[in-house]
């Protein structure tokens, strides 16, 4: 019987910005679609991140986002986390594209570990 080979996911750049375009779709700096995945328990607020190729409708302006539990957008920092239009930083848990599929997993820091 033959040895298979372990499959390794690739590590692709991390987008430096990600900005909502309509609500639950953000778009990077490579007009590249994310989709959101909220992960929320009593210790930890997360959000795993899907890139995915999705139909965009008309951009939402902030008003219509009011009760948006999400940032609005999110900008690269360094020491792999994002911080959002918030003030909040977001750590990098990880990225990786698996199979064709790049997904990525944010978790909101306590303000105590901000830089």
Known sequence: MAEQLAYR?????DPQRLWIWERHVYLDENKRCWLPIVLKTDEKFQVILRQQDVPLGAAMIPDQLVAY????MWQLYPGKKYRSNDSMF???QY???FRGVEDMLLELMESEDYP
């Not at 539990?69 to 609005?72: D, F, G, I, R, V």
């Open 95 to 97: 990225h990786i594209k």
């Open 69 to 72: 539990e999400l940032p609005l």
């Open 90 to 92: 977001w750590q990098i």
């Open 9 to 13: 996911p690739d590590i692709p750049e």
